[in-house]
């Protein structure tokens, strides 16, 4: 089940750092900050929302699946936003 967490990561890592080059920004902090965000996001998405509906839920294997993948959807989604802002902070130094 973790497999698609840790594609996820290292797509993330990959994602923020062509960004980084893309925009002539610092390669090494971008690609950090992703990755740290992924991270974070996820795991704070699998003890806020996974372990309190694990119990919750009958326990069939695609509601466990689509359960379990829960913490990916959150922390894509936040490195999303991240993205986004760390691209905006490049334009107003500019």
């Not at 089940?1 to 994602?15: P, S």
């Not at 920004?25 to 509906?53: D, E, F, H, Q, R």
């Amino acid at each position: 089940m973790l497999f698609l967490a840790k594609l996820f990561g290292v797509l993330t890592l990959v994602w923020f750092y062509l960004t980084a080059k893309n925009h002539n920004a610092p390669l090494i902090n971008w690609s950090v900050i992703g990755l740290i965000g992924y991270w974070l996001t996820w795991w704070l998405a699998k003890m806020l929302l996974v372990v309190p509906l694990a119990d919750l839920v009958p326990k069939h294997s695609v509601v466990e699946f689509l359960l379990t993948q829960m913490p990916v959807i959150c922390a894509v989604g936040a490195c999303y936003l991240i993205r986004k802002r760390l691209i905006a902070s490049l334009s107003n130094v500019e």
